[in-house]
């Protein structure tokens, strides 16, 4: 991708290089082929609009190109492939606190396997950052309530700076981190060497010890709609309104649950705005994602060895 | 200085009212239209971005602003409306009776559109103190447990969400209140001229151009009211 | 005082010398005077901008932050940000060049409401004196741009204050569009139709038209956040029910066309300016008029071109980048008609002249760097980097400026009635050109290497850039105070300016330099096209008296 990026940017120099260079010589050029001599007067002219028209289509034209490969890459860029391993990042003034789904913890670094699609769900905790990967040619702003994606693949080892983009106060020009690229095998190792549990068992051990599970049952009816498989999935709401069950929307349904009521079910729902943190609710978030995985894949999301197809057949809508 | 380079015989011709730049009375008042018609657009954008955000806000968050929106008192919002409504009448009147040279009429209908303009305030002051007393004033002391009552289900509303509403409606409602304090302000000013005798059916641009910066300030709240009181009011 | 110089010299009065003393300047309704009560204070506002804008190239120096501490320096920006933008771009051609130069151009006596356009002045004024009290204070460190929610729950300076200060500038700013439209509607001399109008009439047109609509979004947005702020509401704090998106929104939809208020007068400048110094009708003038308002209408439908990395959706970056192409092509219909305007000129090397191609050159810089950052896959790498700092400078510095300075040189011996030297002139043009180009280039490569906005302190790798770019800043400094120097010189020492020492075209070169209180002895009336230059003949020689 971030070739692709390059590649166009080179294409914007050589075009915007050529324009430039083309009005600087006429400019030089006739200012001092008609510069003033005495006796020789100017020669009006009132315009034409055959050239008007022309110096407009034209440059719209080549405009339109830029315009199209930019979106493009842009799309792209903005839709995470079905089989990208998830990582939570939470930012915070004046730091990034990233969570693998394995449970691995790291401050302000980012370790990645090569060859394999990664895709970062942030929130902010405070103010409006960016995550900014200059080598990727990615950012993305960082929010605070809601989420935002990113993704990327990396494909030469190396360490590469991340730094913040958007302008959060004191430290913004010290919020910076890296990502660390590693060959698979290394990273496997790295991986292993972790001492907290995956994402989605503390997310199901919170979901437990909140009293989420007293409500929201998956053997018999409860008084909450039963979680499994609704992740990406189209929900009816109370008020006639369809909406996807994407990160944002449990989210939201953790922190206000009276926003979004599913049909057929009454507002009884407390909320959890300041008793959960980002990461719990990171937690919580992975782990309701965990029940939409078919059986024997809980866990094993983000290995290559993921059977695609069966995901793919979760996730139709 | 203005007077400097015209001469006393120039001078005596023209009314007194013309201002020199000027190349004569017509000129004059097409500018001054114009130049009021500009600054009401100006007033329209200002508003115009609350009126965004309140669009915004209610699309996402409807239940609780229905919620809130029905611990309004429609009545005195009703009550304001034909107040303002009958104030934009006495304003028209007021121009006609300057257009006819009666001054006594004209002072007459700017002193009753302020004092309906000062009704308008004096009700909206008894709702803003309701407001208080029931702790819907947005800040440290907001409360908001009521339910949206909808067709006789009650269905419990995020209280940040009902405090978003009371904000853009102290907001909406605090802004339009400080244009009619001031066109209160102006029409008391006008009539005070008036009354000296400064309006004649020959020059009485300032009460048409007054006269039209009070119609929007009208035409606003004709927008504020349904928005803000009449969200879901099925009973 | 200067004027009582200039009197000595000159038997009739004169702007300057109808009435002396400070209550005849502060309450003067005289377009001309209150053009010159800006220019003072804008000066005032500009060296104070360029003061906070040394701070930050020798803070940037070193990699390391050791000039001052990262929150001194994040106010540093601030200042400098809020002070170029609100007290110094957004007025300075509209109420130095535009008061001056609007009613003369058409043949009135003077802006259609004076009063309003005192009230303007005073506005500025009071707005300025609120700032500089608070900056004096503590400042405040948000950006210019006071994102929410950093503005309005993060940041512990004083955000209100400065926000106040913007809204009565603000205001300052739509007085005086307000006043341009009427004026130019209804005061038109006899004669003086849409089709023969100066083109610096229909550029400040064009930009009264954004003063008017858009302004008044961006005062209400500040008066969102201040009571946000001083009520702890949650209008765009998430964690209150609102949406920090909604303020970026709010902001842009009178930022993005802000920065047209700024561009298209100096394009006004510049279109005078080609045409007198190649003495020929200027090509295409339907087509540059029109380019003006087409700029001020598309400019409002382009505003979340800023936030493509902001968290909106996919489809509205579509369809706010290819609309952000559109606008290119007026911008560049000008710049090519003003070249093609060069063709079979005759061509004068004037300061005034050398301004205008400096700014042909630069703002095609900048505007084409403007392409790169409307095109998606590039901006979501370049955004929030030094990449936008060096475009919008070009654009702002590289055009805004030059466009000013050339205005300033070539009217000036109708503002003041004296010459200024040439030579110094040349040399100070000179100077801004080279200094600006090292100053800002630099910028953009550091920009696509990754180096962030708004940054204390950076890895030490981008520091040549910086040490480049620093450099440039200080020969820049230098080209932009000597014109301070030489201007103040020339009023007591330049050579006393004619009537028409260009020998342009244009209503403001037939009366006398510099013109009577009420304009004209009597009111002209037009039968001519504009830039009618075939039936002026040329002076014999290349540069006016006392070069």
Not at chain 1, 285 to 307: D, E, H, I, N
Not at chain 3, 360 to 373: D, Q, R
Request: net charge neutral; charged share 10%; aromatic share 14%.
């Amino acid at each position: 991708m971030s070739g692709q990026v390059d590649a166009l940017y080179i294409y914007l120099l050589l075009v915007a290089g050529v324009m430039t260079t083309l009005i600087f010589l006429a400019v030089a050029i006739l200012a001092i082929k008609y510069r003033r001599k005495p006796g020789v007067e100017a020669h009006q002219i009132e315009g034409s609009t055959i050239l008007e028209i022309t110096w407009s289509i034209i440059p719209f034209g080549v405009m339109l190109t830029f315009f199209i490969w930019g979106a493009v890459i842009y799309f792209q860029e903005r839709t995470p492939p079905a089989d990208a391993t998830e990582v939570y990042v939470v930012a915070k003034q004046w730091m990034w606190k990233v969570e693998h789904m394995e449970g691995q913890r790291e401050i302000n670094e980012l370790h990645v396997p090569t060859g394999q699609n990664v895709k970062l769900i942030m929130t902010s905790q405070d103010v409006i950052h960016s995550f900014f990967v200059p080598a990727f040619r990615i950012k993305q702003d960082v929010l605070p309530g809601r989420y935002t994606t990113l993704w990327f693949k990396a494909t030469k080892p190396g360490v590469y700076h991340l730094f913040c983009a958007e302008y959060c106060g004191t430290m913004h020009s010290g919020m910076g981190g890296s990502i660390v690229v590693m060959e698979p095998q290394e990273y496997a190792q790295w991986m292993a060497g972790s001492a907290s549990p995956p994402l989605q068992e503390t997310g199901q051990q919170l979901f437990s010890s909140l009293g989420c599970s007293t409500c929201h049952r998956s053997d018999v009816q409860g008084r909450g709609p039963n979680l499994a498989g609704i992740y990406n999935k189209p929900v009816l709401l109370e008020d006639g309104r369809t909406v996807i069950a994407d990160e944002n929307y449990v989210r939201e349904s953790i922190l206000n649950p009276t926003a979004k009521i599913v049909s057929g079910f009454k507002p009884v729902m407390p909320t959890f705005q300041g008793i959960v943190s980002e990461e719990q609710l990171n937690a919580l978030v992975a782990y309701v994602k965990s029940l939409s995985q078919p059986p024997g894949t809980a866990g094993l999301q983000g290995q290559p060895s993921a059977p695609p197809a069966e995901t793919q057949k979760m996730q139709v809508q | 200085m203005a007077h400097s380079q015209v001469t006393e015989a120039e001078h005596a011709e023209h009314n007194p009212a013309l201002r020199h730049h000027f190349a004569d009375e017509q000129q004059q008042k097409n500018a001054a239209s114009l130049g009021m018609w500009l600054f009401l657009v100006t007033e329209i954008m200002f508003f115009g971005g609350m009126f965004c955000a309140y669009l915004v806000y209610r699309l996402a968050h409807f239940n609780a602003f229905a919620a809130a929106s029905q611990q309004l008192d429609i009545r005195m919002g009703a009550i304001n409306t034909a107040v303002l409504l009958v104030s934009s009448v006495t304003v028209v009147l007021a121009v006609k009776a300057a257009e006819s040279g009666n001054r006594k009429q004209l002072v007459s209908y700017l002193v009753v559109t302020v004092l309906l303009g000062l009704t308008f305030l004096g009700i909206k002051a008894i709702e803003y103190k309701e407001k208080f007393e029931k702790h819907h004033v947005p800040g440290a002391t907001f409360q908001f447990n009521e339910p949206f009552d909808d067709n006789g289900k009650q269905i419990p509303v995020n209280p940040n969400e009902a405090q978003l509403f009371f904000s853009l409606y102290f907001a909406m409602t605090g802004m339009h209140a400080l244009h009619m304090i001031i066109g209160c302000g102006l029409f008391s000013v006008l009539a005070v001229l008036a009354w000296k005798g400064h309006y004649s059916p020959g020059y009485f641009t300032p009460i048409e151009n007054a006269g039209l910066y009070w119609h929007l300030v009208d035409i606003i709240w004709i927008y504020l009211f349904p928005l803000l009181y009449l969200i879901s009011r099925h009973s | 005082m200067a004027s009582e110089a200039i009197a000595a010299n000159q038997a009739p009065t004169n702007y300057l010398t109808n009435g002396y003393g400070l209550k005849s300047w502060l309450l003067t309704t005289d377009h001309k005077r209150i053009a010159i009560l800006y220019l003072i204070s804008i000066t005032i506002f500009f060296f104070l901008g360029g003061f906070f804008a040394m701070l930050i190239r020798l803070e940037l120096l070193t990699p390391q932050g050791d000039l001052m501490q990262a929150d001194t320096y994040n106010k540093v920006f601030t200042m400098h940000g809020m002070i170029m933008v609100f007290f110094f771009l957004i007025p300075v051609v509209p109420a130095v060049l535009g008061n001056f130069l609007v009613p003369i151009m058409i043949g009135a006596k003077d802006l259609a409401f004076p009063r309003i356009n005192l009230l303007s002045w005073y506005l500025y004024a009071i707005a300025g004196v609120l700032f500089l009290h608070c900056m004096l204070v503590g400042g405040v460190d948000t950006g210019w741009t006071f994102y929410t929610p950093f503005s309005t729950v993060g940041s512990n300076t004083n955000v209100i204050e400065a926000g106040l200060a913007v809204f009565i500038a603000g205001f300052s700013s739509i007085f005086t569009g307000l006043n341009f439209i009427v004026t130019v509607h209804r005061m038109r001399a006899p004669g003086l139709t849409w089709d023969r109008l100066p083109l610096f009439i229909w550029a400040n047109y064009a930009t009264s038209l954004i003063m008017v609509l858009g302004t008044p979004v961006v005062a209400i947005t500040i008066v969102l956040v201040a009571v946000e702020r001083l009520f702890h509401l949650g209008i765009f704090d998430p964690k209150l029910g609102g949406d920090p998106l909604l303020f970026q929104h709010l902001f842009w939809f009178y930022s993005h066309p802000a920065v047209y208020i700024m561009i298209l007068p100096s394009m006004g400048v510049v279109s005078e300016l080609i045409t007198c110094f190649s003495r020929k009708r200027v090509f295409g003038y339907k087509f540059i008029a029109l380019s003006s308002v087409a700029i001020a209408v598309l400019g409002f439908l382009v505003w979340a071109h800023h936030m493509f990395v902001a968290g909106i959706s996919l489809y509205a970056a579509m369809i706010f980048s290819f609309l952000t192409f559109f606008i290119g092509v007026p911008s560049a219909i000008k710049v090519f008609n003003w070249t093609a305007t060069l063709y079979r000129g005759s061509i004068s090397y004037a300061t005034p002249m050398l301004y205008a191609f400096g700014f042909i050159g630069l703002f095609t810089i900048g505007g084409l760097t403007g392409l790169f950052l409307a095109t998606l896959g590039i901006d979501v790498h370049v955004t929030d980097t030094y990449f936008v700092v060096a475009h919008f400078h070009y654009v702002m510095v590289g055009g805004v400026l030059m466009g000013f300075l050339g205005g300033m040189h070539f009217w000036w011996p109708k503002i003041s009635g004296r010459m200024y030297p040439e030579g110094w002139a040349k040399l100070s043009a000179l100077l801004v050109f080279v200094g600006f180009n090292l100053t800002f280039f630099p910028q953009f490569i550091l920009g696509y290497v990754g180096m962030p906005r708004r940054y204390w302190q950076y890895p030490p790798e981008f520091q040549v850039l910086n040490v480049l770019s620093t450099a440039g800043s200080s020969v820049l400094a230098v080209g932009y105070l000597l014109p301070m120097i030489y201007f103040l010189w020339s009023l007591r020492y330049g050579p006393i300016a004619e009537a028409n020492p260009w020998n342009a075209a244009g209503l403001e070169w037939k009366t006398a330099s510099p013109p009577p209180t009420f304009n004209f002895d009597e009111t002209p009336v037009v039968t001519w096209e504009a830039y009618n230059y075939d039936e002026i003949p040329p002076k014999e020689m290349e540069v006016p008296v006392g070069s």
